[in-house]
């Protein structure tokens, strides 16, 4: 798991710098887009901005979670128990025998991956909520565009021999509708696409995690075995379920 959240941390940490150096390259492009409106794409910057960071903090909080398992697994019995993703599973698994069933490693890896999936819901959040802001920004650009043609149409006086200059100047407001629409989305759709891209990365360092409890609780997990039995009477053979194992425990 070592090796995978470090490719993993990695990943992210070099899509995050590239990020980052892009937007101070462009940043005279980048100021333009953000000042088109400054509220909503604040918080469209804002919103990327924090999955950006609670990305970092959930694999980062995978660190403790892996110390114990890997001490666990070394053979170590007197543990404090993890901080939070690990935790019902590790008061399972200290008081465990020897040997598991089948059935109590089904139930241990459901947990693990519901657990798993609770830290990502509120990732999924983030980026469903980026999307629909740039959504939201296309539409309020579209009702300024619209609103602002129609504005500007009505108030044209065709006999004006200034009539040219009044609409030059009176298209200052459909542009700044649309630039509302075109810049709300670039930003959503990218803001998206980069807190999405990071919670993959997020996904394959837990998946790695997982895959170690499996492989290590897998080796340790005797399944029952099944043996005829005759009946004499009806003279049927009849299959059942014997535990070969004296060890093996049902939880």
């Not at 798991?1 to 892009?22: E, P, Y």
């Not at 241990?108 to 509120?122: A, Q, V």
């Not at 099944?226 to 009806?234: A, G, K, R």
Request: hydrophobic share 50%; with cysteine; charged share 15%.
């Amino acid at each position: 798991m070592k090796k995978s959240f470090h490719r993993a941390l990695n990943f992210m940490a070099l899509f995050t710098a590239l990020i980052i150096a892009g937007c101070i390259y462009f940043n005279a492009e980048f100021l333009q887009i953000a000042v088109s409106n400054v509220i909503l794409n604040g918080i469209i910057i804002g919103a990327t901005v924090f999955g950006v960071g609670l990305c970092f903090y959930h694999i980062f909080a995978l660190v403790p979670e892996y110390r114990w398992l890997k001490a666990y697994v070394a053979g170590q019995r007197n543990l404090k128990l993890p901080p939070v993703l690990l935790r019902p599973v590790a008061q399972i698994l200290l008081q465990r025998p020897r040997r598991i069933s089948a059935g109590a490693l089904n139930s241990i890896l459901d947990i693990i991956l519901m657990r798993f999936d609770d830290t990502r819901e509120s990732i999924r959040y983030v980026t469903n909520t980026l999307i629909f802001l740039g959504l939201l920004g296309t539409f309020w650009g579209l009702i300024l565009t619209v609103g602002g043609f129609a504005e500007l149409i009505g108030g044209l006086d065709f006999s004006n021999e200034m009539v040219l200059e009044s609409m030059q100047a009176g298209l200052s407001v459909p542009l700044s509708g649309m630039a509302t629409a075109f810049t709300s989305s670039l930003l959503g759709l990218g803001g998206s696409l980069v807190v999405g891209f990071l919670a993959m990365q997020l996904q394959y360092a837990q998946n790695s995690v997982f895959h170690e409890i499996e492989d290590y609780l897998a080796k340790h997990t005797r399944v029952a075995q099944v043996i005829p039995q005759i009946n004499l009477n009806e003279q049927e053979i009849v299959t059942a379920p014997v535990l070969s194992d004296e060890n093996l425990e049902v939880f």
